[in-house]
């Protein structure tokens, strides 16, 4: 009878094959790990913080803009009284003076189809503290309606006209009450 001796170590074509493979399988990996972290958009220099800055007496829980320029802004008061809000606008930028918007419902005036495309703000509505309400409205920009492209980034204000009940005086109110930071979705 032929014994053949089988060797403990593989021979070198196998330890190479073995080699590549295992090496062949990690470089594999890693390549769709970054072809998924770069279509998720870690690596897009326009990667935008969202975020929604309220000013005193508000708390921001929701910002989003659509791509036909609709901002859904959800927020709610804490002022201790009854808010009563008749306008709301939008804008890319503040006006000169940084009391209104410089672009579209400039005034911050009521219900009106140019400035809001659903009519939570017919007839006013009733904001009480510690309870938050949506509304939407247009965004302006200098080119009018603020519409972009999806994921594009988008920068800008909010402000609300309103008056406060329920406090010793009836206080009338045109306010920057928002700064919001987002993309386009």
Not at 37 to 62: D, E, H, K, Q
Not at 150 to 173: C, D, E, I, K, R
């Amino acid at each position: 009878m032929i014994r053949m001796r089988h060797s403990a170590h593989p021979s070198k074509a196998q330890a190479a094959l073995d080699f590549l493979i295992a090496y062949g399988i990690a470089i594999l990996i890693i390549a769709v790990a970054l072809y998924v972290i770069y279509r998720i958009g870690v690596f897009n220099p326009t990667i935008v913080p969202s975020y929604c800055n309220p000013a005193p007496s508000f708390m921001c829980n929701l910002a989003s803009i659509n791509t036909s320029g609709v901002l859904t802004f959800s927020f709610a008061q804490a002022t201790g009284g009854e808010m009563d809000i008749t306008g709301a606008a939008c804008s890319t930028v503040a006006n000169i003076t940084g009391n209104g918007p410089m672009y579209g419902n400039i005034g911050v005036k009521g219900y009106g189809a140019a400035q809001y495309p659903s009519n939570e703000l017919q007839g006013g509505l009733d904001v009480y503290s510690s309870n938050s309400v949506v509304v939407r409205l247009y965004c302006y920009g200098s080119g009018g309606i603020a519409k972009a492209s999806l994921g594009s980034a988008f920068t800008g204000y909010v402000w609300l006209n309103y008056t406060y009940t329920g406090l010793p005086q009836n206080m009338h109110n045109i306010e920057e009450v928002a700064t919001i930071s987002t993309k386009y979705t």
